[in-house]
Nanobody, 122 residues
Framework: VQLQASGGGLVQAGGSLRLSCSTS????????MGWFRQAPGKEREFVAS???????LYDDSVQGRFTLSRTFGASAVYLQMDSLKPEDTAVYYC?????????????????WGQGTQVTVSS
């Protein structure tokens, strides 16, 4: 399974970006998918996850600012990021879960994309 993440870039604080992640095979439409991020010098951290039915989980740091969605039956997810802050700066990775559930744990994900850089300037 190959994952393709896109939509990263440079934006000013308070701005918005929309990340997309598509997968190479249809079977991932039955799997949960998620986004993680890694800032320089820090460990990879959970951002958001969505089940195959559309239930979502968010980290507290992005709750209310980020929205994760998927088209039902599609092997793609979209992370709308609003009210961006400099601390959101990181490489963002999408991943496909081993099950149909949304999950915060990296160990629950079987496939990972290559990452897309998000930089928020103050």
């Amino acid at each position: 399974v190959q994952l393709q993440a896109s939509g990263g870039g440079l934006v000013q604080a308070g701005g918005s970006l929309r990340l997309s992640c598509s997968t190479s095979r249809r079977t991932s439409s039955n799997n949960g998918m998620g986004w993680f991020r890694q800032a320089p010098g820090k460990e990879r951290e959970f951002v958001a996850s969505i089940s195959w039915k559309g239930s979502t989980l968010y980290d507290d740091s992005v709750q209310g600012r980020f929205t994760l969605s998927r088209t039902f039956g599609a092997s793609a997810v979209y992370l709308q990021m609003d009210s961006l802050k400099p601390e959101d700066t990181a490489v963002y990775y999408c991943a496909v879960a081993r099950s149909s559930s949304a999950t915060r744990r990296p160990m629950d994900y079987a496939y990972w994309g290559q990452g897309t850089q998000v930089t928020v300037s103050s």
